[in-house]
């Protein structure tokens, strides 16, 4: 009767593995990133449940009672480093604006705006018999570009406002997804644990089957 019950602990909790280790990884690539090493770190979690499933539906040889104290100890280890499923954080994930920003910081340098701003502060510190000389160095910076030159990089400036004025609309559901899906890593720990029952309980009317 243990293993029979043993039997149906171990697929409740290799189900609840298994399903909600693959909410984590949809979660993370519709918010975060489709591929990257966090995801990939979530399909190796996922795939943690196959030995288990091919035991049990597959009729494949394991030594379960083992693997499932590996398993436990993993995911315990995962969760209080802040990585298993959803990494803990990632609903502030600051990659995609930062890279906004970035480019919008290389066009305004473009369009000789650190320049600008060196020279601004080198007339606010200079002499009076300087600041006509500082003055004309800014007046030939705004010359060194072509307006049509000027026109497609503030062209391009406001496409990337555009992007971040999109990227902050979206802000709140991406933030409330990625929160959600953090939470539910819970189930991910309880999961295993429910696992490591069911592998006990199996191996009390005797070892599980070994390859």
């Not at 489709?34 to 979530?42: K, N, P, V």
């Not at 609903?91 to 480019?103: F, G, K, N, T």
């Not at 609309?169 to 933030?175: A, I, K, L, Q, Y």
Request: avoid cysteine.
């Amino acid at each position: 009767m243990n293993r029979g019950l043993g039997r149906l602990v171990l697929l409740i909790g290799t189900i609840a593995y298994a399903v909600v280790g693959v909410l984590a990884l949809l979660s993370y690539m519709d918010n975060v990133a489709f591929l990257s090493l966090a995801t990939l770190g979530i399909v190796v979690q996922v795939a943690l449940a196959l030995p288990l499933i091919a035991f049990l539906f597959g009729g494949q040889k394991m030594p379960v009672l083992p693997y499932a104290k590996w398993l436990a100890l993993l995911v315990g280890l995962l969760a209080v480093a802040g990585m298993l499923g959803v990494p803990r954080g990632s609903h502030q994930d600051d990659d995609l604006r930062m890279s906004i920003e970035r480019r919008k910081t290389s066009i305004r340098d473009d369009l000789g705006a650190r320049d600008g701003l060196k020279l601004k502060r080198e007339l606010a510190a200079a002499d009076k018999d300087e600041e006509k000389e500082v003055q004309k160095k800014i007046d030939d910076l705004a010359k060194e570009l072509s307006d049509k030159e000027k026109e497609e990089l503030n062209k391009e400036l406001k496409v990337l406002d555009a992007e971040a004025d999109l990227l902050r609309f979206d802000e709140v559901g991406r933030v409330s997804d990625l929160l959600a899906a953090e939470r539910r890593n819970v189930l991910m720990v309880i999961a295993a644990f429910v696992i490591l029952a069911g592998a006990w309980l199996m191996d009390r009317e005797g070892p599980a089957p070994m390859a």
